[in-house]
Each structure stands twice: as C-alpha cells, then as structure tokens.
C-alpha cells in the first residue's frame, strides 16, 4: 500500500510558476511509477506527466510539453512538478498517482493504482 499527499497549489497569475510536491509512504517508493494527473471542473481526469523511479521513461501531454517538468528525489520519496508559464486553461485539481510498474498506457488513469488527495491550482488570466 502506498500513501500519497500532494501540496503545492495555489492561485497565481497566467505565466508564474508553480511547484508541485508529492510525499509518498508506505510500501517500497522505488518500486512504483508515477504520475501527475489534473481534472478540471465538468471535464475528466487526463493526463500531465510520469516518469519512471529509475527516469529511464519519461511522457508528458502535448499541452504541457516544454513548460512542466517532472522529477524524483529519490532520498526524500518525492515526485515534483516543476510548472512554468503557467496559462489560465491550466487550471484544475492535480493529482499525484503511484503504480508498481510502469504503464503500458500511461495516459489512462485506469492504469494507475494509487491516488492522492488532490491539490487545487488556479492560474487567473
């Protein structure tokens, strides 16, 4: 079992950054993949980014490629999201999720095991 919490979020201006924190605990964190989904407000959960433990595989969606980033400290059993030029369609919930290997389709949540709570970021325009 793995325990997610994300923290991070907040209200910014179109083209600030923001990152994102996600503490893991519980079972082994090296053995898991993980990801950042976002959800926004009458639309479904889709896909930001992953990264493998190792960072031997690495996706991101199209909309957020060449502004978001994702990383892992090993040590601290933290997965970031380092997000900049932020636009205001950004805007969502942003959920962590873990899984014990890598996804075939990463970009379905139906692959992802384990989910935090989410953390809100608003980005005014």
């Known amino acids: 079992q793995v325990q997610l919490v994300e923290s991070g979020g907040g209200l910014v201006q179109a083209g600030d950054s923001l990152r994102l924190s996600c503490a893991a605990s519980?079972?082994?964190?090296?053995?898991?993949?993980m990801g950042w989904f976002r959800q926004a407000p009458g639309k479904e959960r889709e896909f930001v980014a992953s990264?493998?433990?190792?960072?031997?595989?690495?996706n991101y969606a199209d909309s957020v490629k060449g502004r978001f980033t994702i990383s892992i400290d090993n040590a601290k059993n933290t997965v970031y999201l380092q997000m900049n030029s932020l636009k205001h369609e950004d805007t969502a919930i942003y959920y962590c999720?873990?899984?014990?290997?890598?996804?075939?389709?990463?970009?379905?949540?139906?692959?992802?095991?384990?989910w935090g709570q989410g953390t809100q970021v608003t980005v005014s325009s």
């Open positions: 999720a873990a899984e014990p290997f890598y996804p075939r389709n990463v970009y379905s949540p139906h692959e992802w095991g384990y």
């Open positions: 519980g079972r082994t964190f090296s053995m898991y993949a």
């Open positions: 990264l493998s433990w190792k960072s031997d595989y690495r």
